[in-house]
């Protein structure tokens, strides 16, 4: 919870009878009732343990992302993360520093990978942020399910591919950015989608 204010203390007044009185104006500017729990933490896939998306230890702070964490690729990595059961995070974000291309995919066809759509690199309400200057791109080869209305965006110069199921969940998601972005995967539930910069197959 984050809480500001502005106090000052003067004295305001003389009465008649020579008695001051001293006045305690408190004002308060703003507060936030914001739990803690909704500031995200970008956790950076590493895969040095295994290409289990689920295992801490493959995850820099360690801990798998949870509903209000962005999966980040922003660094060099060992294995490519594999869903072995359903998943959710906050957001996508593949940026610079990154290595070699992330591709997620998964065991199975079950498993889906929700996105809440969260705030990342300081804006919020965003699924998926690809903007590295590097020539890496970022493959959603898994099942994806929409937690929230949300924005993906493809500000690079590489294509953000989407091949696995896009279950729309019925939220509005609103694909935009000057890079190209391609589904592969069909799009369900009740679609309501502004399309910029999309190309569907």
Same mark, same amino acid.
């Given at each position: 919870?984050?809480?500001? &204010?502005?106090?000052?203390?003067?004295?305001?007044?003389?009465?008649?009878?020579?008695?001051? +009185?001293?006045?305690?104006?408190?004002?308060?500017?703003?507060? *936030?009732?914001?739990?803690?729990?909704?500031?995200?933490? !970008?956790?950076?896939?590493?895969?040095?343990?295994?290409?289990? /998306?689920?295992?801490?230890? =493959?995850?820099?702070?360690?801990?798998?992302?949870?509903?209000? !964490?962005?999966?980040?690729?922003?660094?060099?990595?060992?294995?490519?993360?594999?869903?072995?059961?359903?998943?959710?995070?906050?957001?996508? /974000?593949?940026?610079?520093? +990154?290595?070699?291309?992330?591709?997620? &995919?998964?065991?199975?066809?079950?498993? +889906?990978?929700?996105?809440?759509?969260?705030?990342?690199? %300081?804006?919020?309400?965003?699924?998926?942020? +690809? !903007?590295?200057?590097?020539?890496?791109?970022?493959?959603? %080869?898994?099942?994806?399910?929409?937690?929230?209305?949300?924005? /993906?965006? =493809?500000?690079?110069?590489?294509?953000?591919?989407?091949?696995?199921?896009?279950?729309?969940?019925?939220?509005?998601?609103?694909?935009? %950015?000057?890079?190209?972005? *391609?589904?592969? %995967?069909?799009?369900?539930?009740?679609?309501?989608?502004?399309?910029?910069?999309?190309?569907?197959?």
């Amino acid at each position: 919870m984050k809480f500001c &204010s502005t106090i000052s203390s003067h004295v305001s007044r003389r009465w008649p009878s020579g008695v001051f +009185v001293t006045t305690i104006q408190i004002m308060a500017v703003a507060m *936030l009732l914001t739990s803690q729990s909704a500031f995200a933490t !970008d956790r950076s896939w590493t895969g040095a343990s295994s290409t289990v /998306w689920a295992t801490s230890s =493959n995850w820099n702070p360690s801990g798998v992302p949870t509903s209000t !964490d962005n999966a980040r690729f922003s660094a060099a990595f060992t294995n490519q993360p594999r869903l072995t059961a359903s998943a959710i995070v906050g957001g996508l /974000w593949i940026k610079t520093g +990154v290595t070699k291309s992330a591709v997620i &995919s998964a065991g199975s066809t079950s498993y +889906v990978l929700t996105l809440n759509g969260n705030t990342i690199n %300081g804006v919020a309400g965003r699924g998926i942020l +690809v !903007d590295n200057t590097s020539s890496y791109s970022l493959t959603v %080869g898994c099942s994806t399910k929409l937690g929230n209305t949300q924005d /993906w965006n =493809n500000n690079s110069a590489n294509l953000l591919t989407v091949n696995g199921a896009v279950n729309l969940n019925a939220e509005t998601l609103t694909v935009r %950015g000057n890079g190209n972005t *391609l589904v592969n %995967g069909v799009l369900s539930s009740t679609p309501e989608m502004a399309i910029l910069g999309l190309t569907e197959c």
